[in-house]
């Protein structure tokens, strides 16, 4: 039965990582409505991430070769003006600081209090708020190419709140570059970029520190739920990008409202517990 549960929340994990309805909140929920009845875990829903963020890689391989070929030039050469590639390299180093030192600074409360659904069905609610405002508001003009070192280090504290199950860091940091006047398609893309340090390192940190000791679900389903969220991952990339540069966020708004709401009854009705 566990491979099963395995199965459906690699599934899970892939279809929600990169919309702004979080990820980690779906495995919570998800979890609770399995038979087994249990939470994955911080670090199970960290080890699945490192999934999709392969997918990321896979994806964008030919971006991030260029900007990493260009931020070690500058860093070795040293030229009087940095190339808008070198440029996004420090920005996305710069952004992933907030979320490197506090979850390092929280990090027992983000694996145990934060992980109360009660929190989780709020925070679902009140970032689709943020979402809708920002998507309705935001100018939606400024290119990335336009992204300085006081937006990066906004977006990256805005990426750090998706330490709490129900943010979304997808969600939190388009939230912010909407808010910043950028275009959706320029917001969705520097999110999946910037992630890709804070996962990959979250994720190899859970998959050591846990190494041995899975919990749940042993390193086998793991494993498997791992590459279910890669394949499906890259598939909601492919579709989401295409969506986000003509269409409106207010459906994910709508979804995060009815999904808190729905938390909600489930507790209030005892069929899940909040923790």
Known sequence: MLWVEAIFLGLVQGLTEFLPVSSSAHLRIAGSLLPSGNDPGAAFTAITQIGTEAAVLLYFRQDIWRIAQAWLHALLRRPATLSPDARMGWLVILGTLPIAVLGLLFKHQIEGGLRDLRVTATMLILFALVLGLADRWGAKRRTLDRLGWRDGLILGVAQAMALVPGVSRSG????????????????????????????????????????????????????????????????????????????????????????????????ALDVIPAR
Do not use: H, K, N, Q
């Not at 910037?194 to 996962?199: C, K, N």
């Open 172 to 267: 939190g940091t388009i939230s912010a570059g909407l808010a910043l006047g950028y275009t959706r398609e320029a917001a969705a893309r520097y999110s999946f970029l910037l992630a890709i340090p804070a996962v990959l390192a979250s994720g190899l940190f859970e998959l050591a520190d846990s190494w041995g000791r899975f919990g749940t679900f042993g390193p086998g389903p793991t494993l498997l739920a791992t590459i279910i969220a890669f394949v499906t991952g890259y598939g909601v990339i492919v579709v989401f990008l295409r969506l986000v540069s003509s269409r409106s966020y207010m459906p994910f708004v709508i979804y995060r409202i009815l999904a808190g709401l729905a938390v909600f009854a489930l507790l």
